[in-house]
């Protein structure tokens, strides 16, 4: 397999490298890691540090932001496959790291991007996988076939255990579906977070359900029983709240929202089980439950939350359940029986948020598959 030191100077029509630049007497060579791993190995190999950031630094989230921007303007713009998962790569990086190294060491850079889990953007403007293989170029010219986005195996493990779980119900779901974020990826909303945005939607939700039942709770009142919602309303709750007569489909939406809200109370520990998605949750169940921990002194600053895998696996599952029920509305086909569409929805979306997904806030986050 050729090696990023060869295939760089075969792009840039250089000559194959002398025995001296494969002992590491090359020329420099500047280039960028995008990594999505937040436990980056040690740099074991000869280089000058330009630059490093995480995401505490400020001027990593805007400068991530720009190179999605390079990365949808090479060639024609047309969202291929390779664009897309490239773009959410880089949507998903930890830690940016800059370095100039000698090209004979080209590859022993390459073996460290693999662990790392990085992209690699070269000074030809092309963006490669850890081997070099050209995912997009510069002008955006067909990507090497045999290019690859790296995951870290416990992302791999977790997607074959998946379709392992879903083939034994009897579910085909298509093997070509990516992995998704896992462990060394993973930046969890906060238990404040995740305790406030439950109230706002134990909020919403009872105040939908009782419009829909034709005995309105007036906002103020679910207020009183629920102090800690109104900070942690976003603008789309707010201006359905404070609409005396939303519309239809607005009562409907947000009364789907008791699912996204067991799906928390789940994270947060405060119920047991996550059903498989075959049918709506317990309603009253998922009220009580938080107007329960509500009263119960320490209860909600003792949570004990799932583990990082319980989560990524809940995910896992329910990011290929809604591929498959939304295959079913392109091919106009019924939905297995042993699925409820919404259900997946709802809790696509509360995981998706809940892991952080394209870093949007609850009123944009998006569930694509």
């Keep these: 397999m050729k090696g990023l030191l060869t295939r760089?100077?075969?792009?840039?029509?250089?000559?194959?490298?002398?025995?001296?630049?494969e002992a590491g007497q090359g020329e420099r060579v500047l280039v960028n890691a995008y990594c999505t791993r937040a436990d980056v190995p040690a740099l074991e190999f000869p280089h000058a540090l330009q630059g490093r950031r995480d995401l505490s630094d400020p001027e990593l989230a805007p400068h991530l932001a720009g190179f999605v921007g390079y990365v949808l303007s090479r060639?024609?713009?047309?969202?291929?496959?390779?664009?897309?998962?490239?773009?959410r790569h880089v949507q998903r990086v930890r830690q940016h790291l800059s370095l100039s190294i000698d090209e004979g060491l080209l590859d022993a850079f390459s073996d460290w991007a693999v662990r790392a889990n990085a992209i690699v953007f070269l000074p030809d403007g092309s963006i490669r996988d850890p081997r070099g293989r050209i995912l997009l170029s510069a002008a955006g010219e067909e990507p090497d076939g045999e290019a690859a986005l790296p995951y870290p195996s416990e992302a791999w493990e977790r997607k074959a255990r998946t379709e392992a779980a879903l083939a034994a119900r009897g579910i085909e779901v298509p093997r070509h579906l990516p992995p998704l974020v896992c462990e060394p990826e993973l930046r969890l909303r906060t238990p404040q977070e995740i305790t406030g945005r439950a109230f706002a939607l134990l909020a919403v939700s009872a105040r939908a359900e009782s419009l829909a039942s034709k005995e309105?709770?007036?906002?103020?009142?679910?207020?009183?029983?629920l102090p800690s919602a109104r900070a942690h309303l976003t603008p789309a709750e707010q201006a359905f709240l404070s609409d005396p007569e939303p519309l239809a489909s607005d009562v409907v939406q947000?009364?789907?929202?008791?699912?996204?809200?067991?799906l928390l109370e789940w994270a947060m520990g405060l119920v047991d089980a996550l059903p498989f998605p075959g049918a709506i949750c317990d309603v009253p169940l998922a009220a009580r439950t938080m107007l329960e921990?509500?009263?119960?002194?320490?209860?909600?600053?003792?949570?004990?939350?799932?583990?990082e895998g319980e989560i990524l696996d809940a995910l896992d599952l329910h990011y290929r359940l809604h591929w498959r029920v939304r295959q079913a509305g392109l091919q106009q086909v019924p939905v297995p029986p042993?699925?409820?569409?919404g259900v997946i929805a709802e809790r696509h979306r509360a995981l998706n948020w809940l892991v952080r997904f394209e870093d949007r806030e609850w009123d944009e986050v998006d569930t694509p598959t």
Excluded at 254 to 262: A, D, K, M, P, T
């Design 254 to 262: 947000f009364g789907w929202r008791y699912e996204c809200l067991y």
């Design 8 to 21: 760089l100077k075969g792009a840039l029509g250089r000559p194959a490298p002398s025995r001296s630049e």
């Design 75 to 87: 060639g024609d713009g047309t969202m291929s496959r390779n664009r897309y998962h490239v773009m």
């Design 216 to 225: 309105p709770l007036a906002p103020e009142d679910l207020f009183e029983r």
């Design 293 to 307: 921990a509500r009263d119960l002194p320490g209860a909600l600053r003792s949570l004990r939350m799932r583990g």
């Design 338 to 341: 042993e699925l409820d569409a």
